[in-house]
């Protein structure tokens, strides 16, 4: 009796099963869209006004909502860290609000595991508008009517931003889990 050896499929779905993933790739891809996301800003045409949305802090929120497992709680550290060398705000802000911010998203993945888009939304409107204000008030500039309603169009814009910064962390997301696999 002849043993038959299971032949490869042919299709696209064939490729996919029973592989592993390159957990270099799986685990850098987060933390390097982030990285990406600071430096951002440095491209973007300086103006009188801040327009341009923290978008380092944008993808942090979009990723730790989307994979809360993902990013460490300790991961605000090292990122903020590196969003102050590159932002302009005085050194240890960005480490003390991106750190408060992965505590408080860790706070609320443990009182509501399970949300819809539109709580994540609601929750990243919070923290970017916090974070918004919050660096405004670190960065020295005198607090007064003139200079919050400067910061209305970025805090606006940031907001509205995130649907699209949740959407590219969702592809980037997709990309990593089903491009990479480990050869050898």
Do not use: C
């Not at 993933?21 to 799986?26: E, G, I, K, R």
């Not at 907001?159 to 491009?179: C, G, H, Q």
């Amino acid at each position: 009796m002849e043993r038959y050896a299971p032949r490869a499929r042919s299709d696209a779905y064939g490729r996919r099963i029973n592989r592993e993933h390159s957990p270099l790739v799986a685990l850098a891809l987060p933390w390097l869209s982030i990285l990406l996301g600071s430096l951002l800003p440095l491209f973007i045409i300086a103006t009188a006004l801040p327009l341009v949305p923290p978008t380092g802090y944008l993808m942090l929120v979009a990723w730790r909502l989307l994979r809360p497992g993902l990013l460490p709680v300790w991961a605000g550290f090292p990122l903020g860290a590196f969003d102050d060398l590159f932002s302009g705000q005085p050194f240890g802000s960005g480490i003390l609000l991106w750190s408060l911010t992965m505590i408080a998203m860790e706070f609320l993945d443990r009182r509501i595991p399970w949300r819809s888009f539109l709580q994540d939304w609601i929750a990243a409107s919070l923290a970017l508008l916090g974070y918004v204000l919050a660096t405004f008030l670190l960065s020295g500039a005198q607090p007064g009517i003139p200079g919050l309603v400067a910061l209305g169009p970025q805090a606006l814009l940031s907001v509205l931003l995130f649907p699209a910064a949740a959407r590219i962390a969702s592809a980037l997301d997709r990309w990593r889990l089903t491009r990479w696999k480990v050869t050898g």
